[in-house]
């Protein structure tokens, strides 16, 4: 059961102060002390615009990422950009993401980063919420390899390969205090109209299992969001029944952006787990009223009860602008807030 009935939530990233993009693009011409500095900085925006927005779980807004996987191909041995592998120009799309080739076995000496990044959230957050760190499945980290075809074969071998390496992560982040994961796979829900779902699951429990029963794990499951841009078959029926055997406390599911279609199918995640409903649609420049939410919270009530509803955007916020990003949270928070009284 959620700690909170109709919980108030986030997937994981917050967008970038605009000169925090800048910093990024021109790192050269800072000190390690200055990018200390700024990440610093970054993050305790983040935080703030969080909390006054109302919420009851907080990340940090994974300032330090560039994307919210590709930044961890960073702390990977064994990868070199492939540049030729992607589209330069024309409408934004997924193909313009960036590609890697594997040039040796994939190693992660120094981790992944996400330990840190949580120390660095308890460090500067206030007392109340919950702190929750984030990080990407195996699946979904492999997107962007290309398989050599004699180290890996397939994106298959490829995630196998990760997944110890995640699974360290994870560990870690247990060891670290962390209270709530969120594992990321929207790779698994985006494809599962045509992968074997079993596999999806097989994989997806042998990675997050040093958390089960340690930390409240959750999963976001989405059809993709680079750019504001779907790439998914944006359907749950492909998903269901074998999802249901996700070995997690929540699961997130984006709901806003496809008009709440297949709201009924809550219903069978609810009998297995919470819900974290997206109500929020990150893709679309429309700023939901607060009556908008409390009535998108009555619909799904219909399916999940309060005691385990979450609400939550559909996906993370990176690809939404800040202005936009700080009114669309504080709806969601009052909207909720006004629902359990």
């Given at each position: 059961m959620q700690p909170t009935p109709i919980r108030t939530t986030v997937i994981g990233s917050y967008p970038f102060p605009g000169w925090l993009e800048f910093g990024s693009n021109n790192l050269d011409k800072f000190g390690k002390a200055d990018i200390a500095e700024m990440i610093d900085d970054a993050v305790s925006i983040a935080i703030k615009?969080?909390?006054?927005?109302?919420?009851?779980?907080i990340t940090d807004g994974e300032q330090t990422r560039i994307d919210f996987n590709l930044s961890f191909y960073g702390f990977l041995k064994g990868l070199q950009p492939n540049h030729d592998e992607t589209r330069k120009f024309g409408p934004p799309a997924h193909?313009?993401?960036?590609k890697h080739s594997i040039i040796e076995?994939?190693?992660?000496?120094?981790?992944?980063g996400a330990v840190e990044e949580y120390k660095r959230l308890v460090r500067l957050a206030p007392k109340g919420p919950t702190l929750k760190a984030s990080i990407p499945g195996p699946y979904t980290l492999s997107g962007r390899m290309i398989p050599d075809g004699k180290i890996y074969k397939d994106r298959y071998e490829i995630t196998e390969a990760l997944l110890p390496l995640v699974r360290e992560e994870i560990q870690r982040l247990v060891d670290a205090g962390c209270q709530e994961i969120t594992v990321d796979e929207p790779s698994m829900s985006c494809y599962a109209y045509k992968e074997d779902t079993k596999?999806?699951?097989?994989?997806?429990?042998r990675t997050v299992a040093p958390a089960v029963g340690k930390s409240?794990?959750?999963?976001?499951?989405?059809?993709?969001?680079f750019k504001g841009r779907p790439v998914g078959f944006r359907k749950l029926y492909p998903m269901l029944p074998d999802f249901l055997d996700f070995n997690v406390d929540?699961?997130?599911?984006?709901m806003a952006n496809r008009e709440f279609?297949?709201?009924p199918l809550l219903a069978q995640f609810a009998e297995k787990m919470d819900v974290a409903v997206g109500i929020i649609d990150v893709k679309n420049y429309y700023i939901e009223t607060v009556e908008d939410v409390k009535n998108r919270i009555k619909q799904v009530l219909q399916y999940v009860p309060a005691e385990k509803l979450a609400v939550a955007p559909d996906c993370g916020l990176s690809q939404t602008a800040r202005w936009a990003a700080k009114r669309k949270l504080a709806?969601?928070?009052?909207?909720?807030?006004?629902?359990r009284r």
């Amino acid at each position: 059961m959620q700690p909170t009935p109709i919980r108030t939530t986030v997937i994981g990233s917050y967008p970038f102060p605009g000169w925090l993009e800048f910093g990024s693009n021109n790192l050269d011409k800072f000190g390690k002390a200055d990018i200390a500095e700024m990440i610093d900085d970054a993050v305790s925006i983040a935080i703030k615009d969080q909390v006054d927005a109302g919420l009851d779980v907080i990340t940090d807004g994974e300032q330090t990422r560039i994307d919210f996987n590709l930044s961890f191909y960073g702390f990977l041995k064994g990868l070199q950009p492939n540049h030729d592998e992607t589209r330069k120009f024309g409408p934004p799309a997924h193909d313009q993401r960036g590609k890697h080739s594997i040039i040796e076995p994939l190693t992660a000496p120094e981790g992944l980063g996400a330990v840190e990044e949580y120390k660095r959230l308890v460090r500067l957050a206030p007392k109340g919420p919950t702190l929750k760190a984030s990080i990407p499945g195996p699946y979904t980290l492999s997107g962007r390899m290309i398989p050599d075809g004699k180290i890996y074969k397939d994106r298959y071998e490829i995630t196998e390969a990760l997944l110890p390496l995640v699974r360290e992560e994870i560990q870690r982040l247990v060891d670290a205090g962390c209270q709530e994961i969120t594992v990321d796979e929207p790779s698994m829900s985006c494809y599962a109209y045509k992968e074997d779902t079993k596999r999806f699951v097989d994989i997806f429990n042998r990675t997050v299992a040093p958390a089960v029963g340690k930390s409240r794990l959750s999963t976001h499951l989405c059809f993709g969001n680079f750019k504001g841009r779907p790439v998914g078959f944006r359907k749950l029926y492909p998903m269901l029944p074998d999802f249901l055997d996700f070995n997690v406390d929540e699961i997130h599911i984006e709901m806003a952006n496809r008009e709440f279609d297949e709201l009924p199918l809550l219903a069978q995640f609810a009998e297995k787990m919470d819900v974290a409903v997206g109500i929020i649609d990150v893709k679309n420049y429309y700023i939901e009223t607060v009556e908008d939410v409390k009535n998108r919270i009555k619909q799904v009530l219909q399916y999940v009860p309060a005691e385990k509803l979450a609400v939550a955007p559909d996906c993370g916020l990176s690809q939404t602008a800040r202005w936009a990003a700080k009114r669309k949270l504080a709806a969601m928070c009052q909207g909720a807030k006004e629902m359990r009284r």
